[in-house]
């Protein structure tokens, strides 16, 4: 899976959210100051051409989706995260997570049961 540039992220946050759009649904949904619709424009057709994002042409217009998923993108920018700044340790990873967050203590409680809920399905 090819890795997405920051400009290609925002605009795939914005399709995973409106599932289908075409160009000016997309604009429409950044925040002021919007990029210029040539911007945007350009960004889609590099996603396109990346093969992640296609289209249904519906006149001169062109209906945009996207075709990856976000929790694989998800998967993969997390999975490159851990890799590159936790040695490939999901347990370094949470450990960092867990002591440099401001994380309440009803967050950390509902941590730990989504970690006990996971170790008696495997268990």
Known sequence: MKEL???EEQLMQVLWKLEKAYLKDIVE???????????????????VKKGVIGFNTHGKSREYYPLLAKEAY??????????????NSTQKFASFFASQNELTVEE??????????????KG
């Open 5 to 7: 540039t920051k400009a």
């Open 29 to 47: 949904e950044y925040d002021e100051p919007k990029p210029a619709y040539t911007t945007i424009s350009t960004v889609v057709n590099v996603l």
């Open 74 to 87: 998800t998967r993969q920018s997390v999975n490159g995260l851990i890799n590159t700044f936790f040695d």
């Open 108 to 121: 950390l409680q509902q941590i730990r049961k989504m970690i006990d809920d996971q170790i008696a399905k």
